[in-house]
């Protein structure tokens, strides 16, 4: 219903006898010129033009593109709004303010035509008034060139999804980032072994995959939630070396003390083993800077979970243990992949604690044989 308006609307003023204030092919005829590169700065009124079946307000501008030429608006201020753009009456393109984050509006699109194109900054709603800052700049296109290890690519997603490819070389762990203001993206990483797809692990509507790779070609995918989404997007990738103690399977023995690091897997899991000879003081965090970590800690009738116990978001948790086999879960809050450092401490029980941990290891013995409960905690 809204893209009719602003169609309906502009339509009406391109073609003769509009009824609105922007009135006919000569007032558009002088609507104000757009340059590439040069900001121009305005403010939608009760005078200015309407859109006919909701009673928003628009202003027109014109701008000359050659054909197939790549372009990329920003609407910015105060204004809550929208772009359109339009060839000889028809829609061209539309911005999708449904996915911005910032009140910022962006279009991108590819001219299907050399000639004269109408822009027009249309208010959301009959009462959305306000001033705006319009800017129109050329979109290089991408060389299709491989990404090599590291880069970054912009181009324009027209339709449907397209496929990028990237070499490495050397083995490490890889991030990929997509971001779009004009669409909510979903990522793809195709290669070998690895077929992941991600759509939310970035920030908002943005996406990321975080994995280790070993030298060879792979396939990135890019597409939108929705099918006919379109718009640029930026596709970044990065690497680091991989720590020389990751764990990257279920079932690996926790140390007394010290670190391991871990990938978590498709799921956003790892999955430890934690024994202990005697009743201790435990001390288990989850840190990483890619991933909302949860620790769950389970054997015999123990079990505790925490999400954001240590600094930041990463999961912390301390507890007088009794002796016995626990299972350690590691995991991100949005079930994503990840890079987390697993860190151990164990100290001798405190009096209380310990007295407290003997209790509920005789219960413990007294209810459940010691390779059930192995096998519970393993569950």
């Given at each position: 219903?809204?893209?009719?308006?602003?169609?309906?609307?502009?339509?009406?003023?391109?073609?003769?006898?509009?009824?609105?204030?922007?009135?006919?092919?000569?007032?558009?005829?002088?609507?104000?010129?757009?340059?590439?590169?040069?900001?121009?700065?305005?403010?939608?009124?009760?005078?200015?033009?309407?859109?006919?079946?909701?009673?928003?307000?628009?202003?027109?501008?014109?701008?000359?593109?050659?054909?197939?030429?790549?372009?990329?608006?920003?609407?910015?201020?105060?204004?809550?709004g929208s772009i359109a753009v339009f060839n000889n009456g028809s829609l061209v393109a539309s911005s999708r303010t449904g996915y911005e984050r910032s009140g910022d509006v962006s279009l991108a699109f590819r001219a299907n035509g050399a000639g004269t194109y109408q822009v027009a900054v249309n208010a959301d709603s009959p009462t959305a008034y306000g001033p705006y800052r319009l800017r129109v700049e050329k979109l290089v296109p991408y060389d299709g060139k491989p990404i090599a290890g590291s880069?970054?690519?912009?181009?324009?997603?027209?339709?449907?999804?397209?496929?990028?490819?990237?070499?490495?070389?050397?083995?490490?762990?890889?991030?990929?980032?997509?971001?779009?203001?004009?669409?909510?993206?979903?990522?793809k990483l195709k290669g070998g072994e690895i077929d992941a797809e991600n759509d939310d692990g970035?920030?908002?509507?943005?996406?990321?995959?975080?994995?280790?790779?070993?030298?060879?070609?792979?396939?990135?995918?890019?597409?939108?939630?929705?099918?006919?989404?379109?718009?640029?997007?930026?596709?970044?990738?990065?690497?680091?070396?991989l720590p020389g103690n990751i764990v990257e399977r279920d079932g690996t023995q926790l140390p007394q003390s010290g670190s391991v690091f871990t990938m978590l897997d498709s799921e956003g899991r790892r999955r430890f083993l934690l024994t202990l000879e005697r009743p201790g003081d435990v001390r288990l965090d989850a840190i990483s800077g890619q991933v909302d970590t949860v620790l769950r800690v389970v054997g015999g009738d123990v079990e505790l979970v925490d999400d954001d116990g240590g600094n930041g978001t990463n999961a912390r948790l301390q507890e007088s243990l009794p002796a016995g086999h626990y299972t350690v879960d590691v995991s991100s809050l949005s079930d994503e992949?990840?890079?987390?450092?697993?860190?151990?401490?164990?100290?001798?029980?405190?009096?209380?604690?310990?007295?407290a941990s003997a209790a509920r290891a005789a219960a413990d013995a007294a209810a459940v044989p010691d390779d059930a409960a192995v096998d519970a905690a393993s569950r």
């Open positions: 219903m809204r893209l009719a308006a602003i169609t309906l609307a502009v339509a009406t003023v391109l073609a003769a006898g509009g009824c609105n204030r922007s009135g006919s092919n000569a007032d558009v005829g002088k609507a104000p010129s757009l340059e590439f590169d040069k900001p121009v700065s305005g403010e939608i009124t009760s005078r200015s033009g309407i859109n006919f079946n909701d009673g928003s307000h628009h202003q027109l501008y014109q701008i000359t593109l050659e054909d197939k030429q790549l372009v990329g608006m920003k609407l910015t201020g105060a204004l809550s880069g970054e690519v912009v181009d324009m997603l027209v339709s449907g999804s397209q496929d990028y490819t990237l070499q490495v070389d050397k083995a490490g762990l890889y991030e990929v980032n997509l971001s779009s203001d004009a669409f909510d993206t979903v990522l970035g920030d908002s509507t943005n996406s990321r995959l975080s994995l280790p790779l070993q030298p060879g070609k792979y396939t990135l995918g890019v597409r939108g939630l929705d099918d006919d989404a379109s718009g640029t997007f930026k596709l970044t990738v990065a690497r680091t070396e992949q990840g890079l987390v450092e697993v860190r151990v401490q164990i100290d001798g029980a405190s009096a209380a604690g310990a007295a």
